[in-house]
Nanobody
Framework: QVQLVESGGGLVQAGGSLRLSCVVS????????MGWFRQAPGKEREFVAA????????FYGDFMKGRFTISRDNTKSTVYLQMNSLKPEDTAVYYC?????????????????WGQGTQVTVTS
């Protein structure tokens, strides 16, 4: 059974930082591309970042503007999202996702496995 478990969310002031983690089990993690998505209240889920199996390819949603960094540690079956210079509009539930492909993707439908999400709240 595939499990994706996110952690690291919480309450932070604007301008602060958080590091999200997602541990994957039940899969050969090193073969899968991974991504992060987020969903704010009343809005559709949107793409945040993605990384290929080897970390050779990463890309981000347009709103990132260099504030977020995705990375992975295949020895720990973990993908990370470092978030800096957080803004109140970054408030959302952040979801980790994996796909049965080595190639990173930005489309939600490309992903096969999803975590339960972790809440990030940024106060002004």
């Amino acid at each position: 059974q595939v499990q994706l478990v996110e952690s690291g969310g919480g309450l932070v002031q604007a301008g602060g930082s958080l590091r999200l983690s997602c541990v994957v089990s039940g899969r050969t993690f090193s073969s899968d591309a991974m991504g992060w998505f987020r969903q704010a209240p009343g809005k559709e889920r949107e793409f945040v970042a993605a990384i290929s199996w080897s970390s050779s390819t990463t890309f981000y949603g347009d709103f990132m503007k260099g504030r977020f960094t995705i990375s992975r540690d295949n020895t720990k079956s973990t993908v990370y999202l470092q978030m800096n210079s957080l803004k109140p509009e970054d408030t959302a539930v952040y979801y980790c996702a994996g796909r049965s492909s080595a190639v990173a993707a930005s489309l939600e439908r490309a992903y096969d496995f999803w975590g339960q999400g972790t809440q990030v709240t940024v106060t002004s």
